[in-house]
């Protein structure tokens, strides 16, 4: 029996077990009709868990609301809360501590995900052993990861330490990034690139290794040298996936938390504290609900629109 006489003989099977009732009513409905009956399930599930909280935090937006207060009346108080947040200076050092934090990562983790994808990409012996290696850091939780080096960063036990000292000459235990205010910022940088450099190394391999050789070859014969192939062939044919690596670490370092948190214990000062620790703060430890829903919502709309119009960006570069 072939494959399709054995589907038909399920689906008659099927069919035949169906109720009565049910096989008329589903025989009296159209194709879309029973397309729409599948995926309703889905539909529901989504409103539920994506759009309702999503609506229901615009409304908290615009009262004074308070999670632990519960029980007692809730104020509508208009736009207030959208002054407040536009207006604290405190809220916008965080939101520059944020762009500094998201410069910083983005153009290590390109520059060396790209590196060592074309490295990777030569094909040498034992580059699928490295590669597993390399992938390693991303692999692990990023709670794991912050206690990992924080531990590498303590000033009397910690490698990080040593490693720094035998090459600046300090002595390690005086030397110590996670405490102050001038590096611990770049502490937090340097765990973010270990941790997801290999996510962009991934992202680009796959947008070299999709570099028919034909073209390789056409260069080659045409006597176009390495860094003439590079420029002209590699790095445009690359960059859509280099940018679509970029869009992916950029949102997720903008709600970047657990692991500052793991690593600084909201310290030294306010030089570590992201966009996302000063909304967690307004939320549950403050709680100013009200306050930290209008937060969230220009959160969302700025990292929306921004990833609206790269998107934008990143389809011109596909159509070139």
Same mark, same amino acid.
């Given at each position: 029996?072939?494959?399709?006489?054995?589907?038909?003989?399920?689906?008659?099977?099927?069919?035949?077990?169906?109720?009565?009732?049910? &096989?008329?009513?589903?025989?009296? !409905?159209?194709?879309?009709?029973?397309?729409?009956?599948?995926? &309703?399930?889905? %539909?529901?599930?989504?409103?539920?868990?994506?759009?309702?909280?999503?609506?229901?935090?615009?409304?908290?937006?615009?009262?004074?609301?308070?999670?632990?207060? #519960?029980?007692?009346?809730?104020?509508?108080?208009?736009?207030?809360?959208?002054?407040?947040?536009?207006?604290?200076?405190? %809220?916008?050092?965080?939101? !520059?501590?944020?762009?500094?934090? !998201?410069?910083?990562?983005?153009?290590?983790?390109?520059?060396?995900?790209?590196?060592?994808?074309?490295?990777?990409?030569?094909?040498?012996?034992?580059?699928?052993?490295?590669?597993?290696?390399?992938?390693?850091?991303?692999?692990?939780?990023?709670?794991?990861?912050?206690?990992?080096?924080?531990?590498?960063?303590?000033?009397?036990?910690?490698?990080?330490?040593?490693?720094?000292?035998?090459?600046?000459?300090?002595?390690?235990?005086?030397?110590?990034?996670?405490?102050?205010?001038?590096? #611990?910022?770049?502490?937090?940088?340097?765990?973010?690139?270990?941790?997801?450099?290999?996510?962009?190394? !991934?992202?680009?391999?796959?947008?070299?290794?999709?570099?028919?050789?034909?073209?390789?070859?056409?260069?080659?014969?045409?006597?176009?040298?390495?860094?003439?192939?590079?420029?002209?062939?590699?790095?445009?044919?690359?960059?859509?996936?280099?940018?679509?690596?970029?869009?992916?670490? &950029?949102?997720?370092?903008?709600?970047?938390?657990?692991?500052?948190?793991?690593?600084?214990?909201?310290?030294?000062?306010?030089?570590?504290?992201?966009?996302?620790?000063?909304?967690?703060?307004?939320?549950?430890?403050?709680?100013?609900?009200?306050?930290?829903?209008?937060?969230?919502?220009?959160?969302?709309?700025?990292?929306?629109?921004?990833?609206?119009?790269?998107?934008?960006?990143?389809?011109?570069?596909?159509?070139?």
């Amino acid at each position: 029996m072939t494959n399709s006489s054995a589907s038909e003989a399920v689906a008659i099977g099927a069919a035949k077990r169906t109720p009565e009732v049910i &096989a008329r009513r589903v025989r009296g !409905l159209s194709d879309r009709a029973i397309a729409w009956l599948f995926i &309703a399930p889905t %539909i529901v599930l989504l409103l539920a868990i994506n759009v309702f909280p999503l609506i229901w935090t615009v409304y908290l937006s615009f009262t004074n609301y308070k999670a632990n207060r #519960a029980a007692r009346g809730v104020e509508w108080v208009g736009l207030d809360n959208y002054r407040r947040v536009l207006t604290d200076s405190d %809220i916008w050092h965080n939101m !520059l501590v944020t762009g500094h934090f !998201l410069l910083w990562t983005m153009t290590f983790q390109v520059l060396i995900g790209f590196g060592l994808a074309w490295l990777i990409n030569k094909n040498f012996k034992g580059h699928g052993v490295w590669t597993t290696v390399i992938l390693l850091p991303m692999m692990l939780s990023p709670a794991v990861v912050g206690n990992f080096w924080t531990f590498l960063y303590q000033p009397q036990i910690g490698l990080f330490n040593y490693i720094v000292g035998f090459f600046t000459g300090v002595d390690p235990s005086s030397f110590e990034m996670i405490g102050s205010v001038n590096l #611990a910022p770049w502490a937090i940088v340097i765990v973010d690139t270990w941790m997801w450099t290999p996510y962009v190394m !991934l992202i680009c391999l796959a947008g070299l290794r999709s570099i028919p050789d034909y073209i390789y070859e056409a260069a080659e014969v045409d006597g176009a040298g390495p860094l003439r192939t590079f420029w002209s062939i590699t790095l445009p044919m690359v960059l859509p996936f280099l940018m679509l690596a970029v869009l992916f670490r &950029a949102i997720e370092n903008f709600k970047m938390f657990d692991l500052v948190v793991e690593l600084t214990s909201g310290g030294p000062g306010s030089v570590t504290e992201l966009a996302s620790i000063n909304l967690k703060r307004e939320a549950f430890e403050k709680w100013r609900t009200g306050l930290s829903s209008a937060f969230a919502i220009i959160l969302f709309v700025t990292v929306f629109g921004a990833a609206n119009i790269y998107v934008k960006a990143l389809n011109r570069v596909k159509q070139r």
